[in-house]
């Protein structure tokens, strides 16, 4: 299998990972437990599940350079702003038009690269987008009057998911093992969550046994599809990824119809298939060139002036 194909597959996996993720979700949250409290002990049981792997590595492995760590307090704000938004959005709107607006974000991603890195959008791009879109929205027809409120924070929810995607592609840090960036991450995430709490009263540790085991299960989960997005944005690129993660509402539907026996229509099914045609059109492409500098690294100083490159 080519490194290009294993960025598919892992970009995919990670995806249906994350889209089990709701459901999850609005079980501890009917436990009493708080959208930050229940993302403070995903990302802490997140980190405690990758220990084992991260502690096989060698020691220069787990170790991050002094330039890297700035670049990953940027990259956990971002995910926790992301995280935060979506699920404070559910109890807002719902979590059918919530994920549905949150997937804005490869659009978000392709603007993004365009802005910041210069990136050439390319024609097969925008026509993935364009499908996928189209099918994410049949996915889902919610009706009736919505919050204004939990739209915008839904919507705002993927331009911080796009901000995520694109800096972790182009600041340098997908070089860094997988693991040791996601416990890493998954570290600084938490900590990031505890200001927060104490300032909103919103911290919770008592709940009930279902809602630990919940949360350890989805954790280990998460931690593994952590790993495998941060692969496939490094095989296929910040853009590629957030459009194939656009099978995380597909799973949502499926778990939707055969575990919490949701409905499912013919829209329902027309959306399917317009995804997974923008699926097939990228991957039959194959991987886009390089277009986008990254951000200086510590390291890259020498390669640089070796190109006559300052």
């Known amino acids: 299998m080519s490194q290009y194909a294993q960025g598919v597959l892992c970009a995919i996996i990670s995806a249906a990972i994350y889209g089990a993720g709701p459901t999850c979700a609005l079980y501890v949250y009917a436990d009493g437990a708080s959208e930050a409290s229940y993302l403070f002990w995903r990302y802490v049981f997140s980190a405690l599940a990758l220990l084992p792997l991260f502690f096989r590595q060698s020691a220069a492995m787990r170790r991050l350079q002094r330039g890297d760590i700035g670049r990953l307090l940027l990259l956990a704000l971002f995910m926790a702003a992301a995280g935060l938004l979506l699920t404070s959005s559910y109890t807002l709107i719902g979590t059918g038009i919530a994920t549905t607006l949150h997937f804005s974000y490869p659009v978000f991603t392709l603007l993004g690269c365009a802005l910041f890195y210069h990136d050439r959008i390319q024609r097969r791009m925008v026509v993935c987008v364009a499908l996928t879109l189209a099918g994410v929205a049949l996915c889902y027809a919610p009706g009736g009057a919505h919050s204004l409120l939990g739209v915008f924070i839904a919507f705002i929810s993927g331009a911080a998911y796009a901000m995520y995607l694109i800096y972790l592609g182009k600041s340098g840090l997908s070089d860094v093992p997988p693991v040791t960036l996601s ?44 790993v495998l997005l941060q692969l496939g944005v490094k095989y296929i690129g910040p853009q590629s990824a957030s459009v194939l993660s656009t099978f995380e509402p597909l799973t949502a539907v499926v778990i939707g119809l055969f575990f919490l026996n949701e409905p499912f229509s013919w829209r329902m099914l027309a959306g399917v298939l317009l995804v997974l045609a923008s699926v097939l059109l990228l991957t039959l492409s194959g991987p886009q060139p390089a277009a986008g500098k990254r951000l200086p690294h510590p390291h890259r100083h020498l390669h640089l002036r070796r190109h006559g490159v300052r």
């Open 183 to 226: 416990i890493y991450l998954s570290l600084a995430i938490a900590a990031l969550f505890v200001p927060y709490m104490l300032a909103t009263d919103s911290f919770v540790w008592r709940l009930s046994a279902g809602s630990w085991l919940v949360l350890a299960v989805i954790a280990a989960a998460c931690s593994a599809a952590m």
